[in-house]
């Protein structure tokens, strides 16, 4: 599961940089696979002048988000991203006060982990269902945390 997900945002003149850190947990037993990063934009930031390091962020008019894939990230490990964009002249933002907010998802599976126990008791029914069980464990979850900046 996730640690952290920390959101940085700083504004200049006519530029807004967002810096996102993706902390995994140090004690999963497995990695996190299938990471999908989501960050919402607010209407006064123009997403079309997106630009991100490393690259892959996808902007999303629609929608007005930006998309981040990753395969995987290991026990312990920091995934960190930096988006930029132009601010529209008519946004109303100060520098050193408030600062546009940029919620983000983070979307997730990993293996061989569980979030709570399961235990099943199977007992044999005579003349209406007999007992013939076989057990297939696959421990795998999705998880989604949302956080806002």
Not at 6 to 18: A, G, N, P
Not at 40 to 66: F, H
């Amino acid at each position: 599961m996730f640690q952290r997900v920390q959101t940085r945002v700083k504004l200049d003149d006519t530029y807004c940089r967002v810096a996102l850190q993706i902390s995994s947990n140090p004690n999963n037993e497995s990695k996190l696979v299938d990471l999908t990063i989501i960050m919402g934009v607010p209407e006064d930031i123009i997403g079309e002048s997106l630009a991100t390091q490393p690259a892959g962020g996808v902007w999303n008019s629609g929608k007005r988000c930006v998309t981040w894939c990753v395969e995987e990230l290991g026990e312990g490990e920091k995934f960190q991203l930096q988006a930029r964009f132009q601010v529209a002249n008519n946004a109303k933002y100060d520098p050193n006060g408030e600062k546009p907010q940029f919620p983000v998802l983070v979307r997730c599976q990993c293996l061989f982990a569980q979030l709570s126990d399961v235990e099943l008791e199977v007992r044999d029914i005579p003349d209406v269902a007999p007992a013939d069980v076989t057990m297939k464990i696959a421990r795998r979850f999705r998880l989604s945390h949302r956080e806002r900046s």
